[in-house]
T-cell receptor, first 111, second 115 residues
């Protein structure tokens, strides 16, 4: 079967650093995506990893280890507007490019 | 900046009624996706189109749901009859291709409430 696991909720303080983990078991692997979703809004693309290692984009970084089936999203210098749900999604071996989403991690940033 | 358009944004309907959602993808995007997102969960793919053809509808409840993309541009998702369990956010997304690093761009969604 296909399974993607993320913590349900996390809390962090404004200005701090937070790491959101994602583990996956899928039929094949053709890339991992992180999306941000504010309450009641559509998901927006944050990052894409297909090779092992760290991808940095401003305050956000994403890491992938394919051998461990593991990724994390690192958010630095947290701001109140970072309070949102963070979705991990894996593209498996399907030639349709289908994404399998995790349940999402709701991050609450406190002052 | 190009966006995926969806309408309506909100829909309240009684069970057993029919309901339809519309999506207009980003111009030039050949691939269109319909997802259902239940509160507190991640999006689940219902149907995927490549141009006007369905390439994945394995999770679409075909006894009550139907989807079409007749000219390979905009798309309609229909539910008939609606059931209480259909209450969810229905998201449309599009991408330039199905492969490589092309991310999917999501529309604002349609929040469906079935009473």
């Amino acid at each position: 079967g296909q399974n993607i696991d993320q913590p349900t909720e996390m809390t962090a303080t404004e200005g701090a650093i937070v790491q959101i983990n994602c583990t996956y078991q899928t039929s094949g692997f053709n890339g991992l995506f992180w999306y941000q979703q504010h309450a009641g809004e559509a998901p927006t693309f944050l990052s894409y990893n297909v090779l092992d290692g760290l991808e940095e984009k401003g305050r956000f970084s994403s890491f992938l280890s394919r051998s461990k089936g593991y990724s994390y999203l690192l958010l630095k210098e947290l701001q109140m507007k970072d309070s949102a749900s963070y979705l991990c999604a894996v593209r498996g071996s399907s030639n349709t490019g289908k994404l399998i989403f995790g349940q999402g991690t709701t991050l609450q940033v406190k002052p | 900046e190009a966006e995926v358009a969806q309408s309506p944004r909100y829909k309240i309907t009684e069970k057993s009624q029919a309901v339809a959602f519309w999506c207009d993808p980003i111009s030039g995007h050949a691939t269109l996706y319909w997802y259902r997102q239940i509160l507190g969960q991640g999006p689940e793919l219902l149907v995927q189109f490549q141009d006007e053809s369905v390439v994945d509808d394995s999770q679409l409840p075909k006894d009550r749901f139907s989807a079409e993309r007749l000219k390979g541009v905009d798309s309609t998702l229909k539910i008939q009859p609606a059931e209480l369990g259909d209450s969810a956010m229905y998201l449309c997304a599009s991408s330039a291709t199905t492969t490589s690093a092309y991310e999917q761009y999501f529309g604002p969604g349609t929040r469906l409430t079935v009473t």
